[in-house]
């Protein structure tokens, strides 16, 4: 384990600058927009280890002054991705959190691009409601004038020799022979016990979710900042691409296992899931992995 983490004083290596800090301290230092990419997955406010569950109106305060400084260091072109999912009150009700804090974007003058599902098989089984089996990505621009590569994140078409049968093109490939547009439905495996890139964080970032919108949404040489960053999961996705990482947590230990994952990666012996593997398909022979 890396120990040189000592709050407040940022880890920089190559390409990134993680730091164990509050999210507001560590961006005031950050210049105006100075971000092509900000990706995140704030607490929810459910009680997890490591958050305060508060009244929803003071965690909707908080949420806007992060998300007022995340505006401020957006570059023109620039693009916020939020990665939410519901809070549950304490009598079981549910409050989808991209709802409540949409309005916020707004205020800031943010556009919506799409509003992505994130859909998973695993999780916690309901006894009183069916079982959440997806979250949400907002994801916003500053401008009318954004990166947007679709190449680079084209999945597989299901019928790539599909031809057009009539016309001027009877004959020629119907579909992008890059593959199709993955959609805003993304089917992506959460990082449970089973899972290769399975830390100590009760809930990370599948680090190829990250990675479709690192290589959509900015340019080799960017930078990308995580202000909830955790363990790391989306400096891993910016440099696995080329872009810069920049990231802060509150929590030490997750720090210090962000920090060791990118020695991983720098040493090639960090394991992540690949982008564009099949979901495990029990039905298949070996799972229709190959
Ligand atoms: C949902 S988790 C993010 C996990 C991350 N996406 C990953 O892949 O590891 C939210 C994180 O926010 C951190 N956090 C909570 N309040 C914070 C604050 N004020 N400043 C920075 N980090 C904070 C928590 O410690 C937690 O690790």
């Not at 799409?114 to 997806?134: A, D, P, T």
């Not at 907002?138 to 597989?156: H, Q």
């Not at 805003?184 to 990370?204: S, Y």
Request: hydrophobic share 35%; proline share 7%.
């Amino acid at each position: 384990m890396i120990s040189q983490v000592s709050f407040l004083t940022p880890t920089i290596t190559a390409n990134s600058t993680i730091v164990c800090d509050d999210n507001m301290h560590f961006m005031r230092n950050l210049p105006d927009e100075s971000m092509q990419l900000i990706v995140t997955s704030p607490p929810y406010n459910i009680g997890k280890s490591y958050e305060k569950r508060s009244e929803l109106d003071d965690y909707i305060k908080a949420q806007s002054e992060v998300i007022g400084e995340c505006v401020r260091l957006l570059a023109p072109g620039g693009s916020i991705c939020w990665q939410i999912g519901n809070h549950i009150a304490k009598d079981g009700e549910v409050v989808p959190l991209d709802l409540v804090l949409y309005p916020i974007f707004k205020e800031h003058g943010l556009k919506l691009r799409n509003r992505i599902v994130w859909h998973f098989e695993h999780g916690l089984h309901s006894k009183k409601r069916f079982s959440g089996r997806y979250e949400t990505i907002l994801w916003f621009t500053k401008s009318d004038d954004y990166v947007f590569n679709l190449d680079p994140v084209r999945v597989p078409s299901k019928y790539p020799n599909k031809r057009h049968f009539k016309g001027p093109k009877a004959g020629e490939l119907s579909g992008n022979p890059l593959g199709k547009n993955p959609s805003d439905v993304w089917i992506i495996p959460n990082v449970k016990n089973n899972h290769v890139e399975k830390t100590i964080h009760p809930c990370q970032f599948p680090v190829e979710l990250v990675e479709r919108l690192v290589l959509a949404l900015s340019d080799e040489g960017d930078n990308v900042l995580d202000p909830y960053l955790g363990v790391g999961s989306s400096v891993i996705a910016a440099l696995l691409h080329d872009r810069n990482g920049f990231g802060c947590d509150t929590e030490q230990s997750y720090i210090e296992v962000a920090l060791q994952r990118i020695k991983q990666l720098r040493d090639g012996t960090l394991r992540t899931r690949p982008m564009g593997k099949p979901v495990y398909d029990p039905n298949l022979p070996n799972g229709g992995h190959k």
